[in-house]
């Protein structure tokens, strides 16, 4: 009899985590469905080739964002990238010993939470302030600096997978240190590394909080990145927070956009280190 | 001679790698004075208890107070994490312990899918689609249940606009399910088998071996991925922003508009047209570094320390 009740209570416990992994799943496909739903009308020509029509105007564009969030990704991942795999290979290789190495990771860990706006407070005193109007550079700053600490993390993670005695034949050759990293290290590690770069560019491209008060936003055409310059996030904010249907439209026309290119971007990652480290 | 270039090359190679991977610490650093330094103004008219005590949000009388902003962020971090770690919980013991393998793959995937949607879709899904759904279904079938209790009820007074604490409050908890979910997933993983075999041999159930053997044997892991989750929720920005009006008032009911710390940034960082009124924006940015920097550190301790058992 006890044991009956036991089995029951197993079961009914049991079917409780099958309905929180349907709950999960059913906000997923919501989420992407409307977005689909809304966004695939709104998804024509115009919106890519054309700049936005004077408010309330029917027709125009967002060709002005599309080339502004671009540039301001391309420019981050250009100041992300490089500091974040140069710094992991510190950490995984000539300061593994030290103590400050696994300070500084920690730190990274740490840092991948941290608010996004925080960082773009933190970039409007440095930068924008003291140059007195906002710019594509500030922005392409703020994302490239949430960028650093992911990249550095995965490719720390992903150099310390790579066997010891792989260096130490090459060491055995007579390779300096720099060269072993570079040819030999970097080469088993890499598949690994990109995973992160794209993971990370995938990230900062729906981030919209700290390009507010950076890059904040512009009407027009631009590619001028001294200058502020529009960017798609900033743009579904202002134009979903706005009174306009045509606006509301192309909002969603853009966030379909964003979503798409995210989960590619992601899953693509995702299968990439499958395949790489089948285990 | 070729071997004392290679040396060179060596060691300028380690002195850039040295500091990029001290631009971290820079950064870390750099913020926190940075804010800090900003904030000076407002911190020397205002004081500390002044500020946070504080309900007062007039930039005409330039009189600044935290109090309704930090209460919001509280009361939304608080509640989505109610709502999300016993979900978050239940998805990880359904991916490790019951879903057949060629599911596990899957599901894992979706649910981390969640957290790749970036909060601004979130923001907007919240807006048109959920808000009004919240509006005109479940908050008045809330009220006509839930609302009817005594103490309770209290919560759920008020006109149900779809913009407010509770909207913002689910949105929040699907964003962070994700986090609690993958670091509960890994820490159940890392249970010892021997110790779940053991417990089967007794004749424990199934559901009596997560219970007993593979929650207290992981729930550093579990207490860390909840800290991680908190962390994320007390900064989330954009998806709030859409759904919580910006209100600076206490709120009563969870049916209330409201404000975050988050959603003030975003919606008067620009408009500050006075010098306190902008340092009064970087001191709540500085609470919030301070608060979600500690709760980070706090989490990420909890998982090293899960990590070495």
């Known amino acids: ?279 | 001679m070729r071997k004392q270039r290679g040396k060179i090359t060596d060691l300028v190679f380690l002195a850039i790698t040295a500091i990029t991977a001290f631009s971290v610490i820079a950064i870390s650093i750099g913020i926190f004075i940075v804010l800090f330094k900003e904030s000076l103004p407002a911190i020397n008219k205002f004081g500390f208890a002044g500020f946070i005590f504080s309900n007062e949000w007039d930039p005409v009388k330039e009189l600044f107070g935290a109090a309704p902003a930090l209460i919001g962020t509280l009361i939304t971090s608080f509640f989505s994490l109610l709502l999300a770690v016993p979900i978050a919980l239940g998805i990880a013991i359904f991916i490790t312990e019951i879903a057949p393998s060629f599911l596990k793959g899957i599901i894992g995937t979706a649910i981390e899918l969640l957290a790749a949607i970036p909060s601004i879709i979130y923001g907007m899904w919240g807006l048109f689609t959920l808000a009004p759904i919240m509006s005109q279904d479940i908050e008045p079938f809330l009220q006509s249940t839930i609302g009817k209790l005594p103490l309770i009820g209290k919560l759920f007074e008020g006109t149900p606009l779809g913009v407010d604490l509770f909207t913002a409050s689910i949105i929040l908890s699907i964003m962070i399910i994700p986090f609690t979910a993958s670091i509960a997933r890994d820490s159940f993983n890392l249970t010892p088998s021997v110790l779940k075999e053991s417990a089967y041999a007794i004749g424990a159930t199934k559901w009596e071996v997560v219970k007993d053997v593979v929650l207290p044997y992981s729930k550093l892991g579990v207490l860390g991925g909840v800290g991680l989750s908190l962390g994320r929720a007390l900064g989330e920005t954009m998806a709030v922003a859409f759904v919580l009006g910006n209100l600076n008032q206490i709120p009563t009911s969870l049916f209330d508009a409201a404000a975050t710390v988050t959603v003030k940034l975003a919606n008067e960082f620009t408009e500050a047209d006075k010098d306190i009124y902008l340092s009064s924006l970087y001191y709540l940015a500085l609470l919030l570094f301070i608060m979600s920097f500690t709760i980070l550190a706090i989490a990420k301790l909890f998982l090293l320390k899960a990590k070495r058992q």
């Open chain 1, 1 to 279: 009899m006890i044991l009956k009740k036991r089995k029951i209570v197993s079961s009914i416990a049991l079917f409780i985590c099958f309905l929180t992994a349907c709950w999960g799943i059913f906000w997923l496909t919501f989420i992407i469905i409307d977005v689909l739903r809304h966004g695939i009308t709104a998804i024509n020509p115009e919106l890519f080739l054309k700049d936005p029509a004077p408010p309330g105007e029917a027709g125009g564009g967002l060709r002005n964002a599309f080339i502004g969030h671009l540039l301001i990704t391309v420019f981050a991942t250009l100041i992300g990238v490089p500091v974040g795999v140069l710094g992991g290979t510190f950490l995984a290789e000539y300061g593994r010993k030290y103590n400050i190495s696994k300070v500084i990771s920690t730190l990274a860990d740490i840092m991948v939470s941290v608010p996004a706006i925080i960082i773009g407070a933190f970039i409007y005193a440095i930068i924008v302030k003291p140059l007195g109007h906002f710019s594509g550079w500030a922005g392409a700053v703020a994302l490239g600096i949430i960028m650093i600490p992911t990249v550095l993390r995965t490719t720390e993670n992903m150099l310390s997978l790579i066997p010891w005695t792989l260096r130490e034949a090459a060491f055995a050759l007579g390779a300096p240190y720099y060269k072993v990293i570079i040819q030999v290290v970097y080469r088993g590690a890499a598949t690994g590394i990109l995973t992160g770069i794209i993971l990370a560019i995938a990230r900062v491209t729906g981030e919209a909080a700290p390009l507010l008060f950076t890059a904040f936003n512009n009407n027009y055409f631009s590619l001028d990145m001294s200058q502020p310059i529009a960017s798609l996030t900033v743009t579904i904010f202002q134009y979903a927070m706005g009174p306009y249907e045509e606006w509301h439209a192309q909002a969603w026309g853009a966030a379909l956009m964003i979503t798409v290119f995210i989960l590619l971007a992601t899953i693509t990652g995702r299968l990439l280190i499958k395949r790489r480290y089948k285990d």
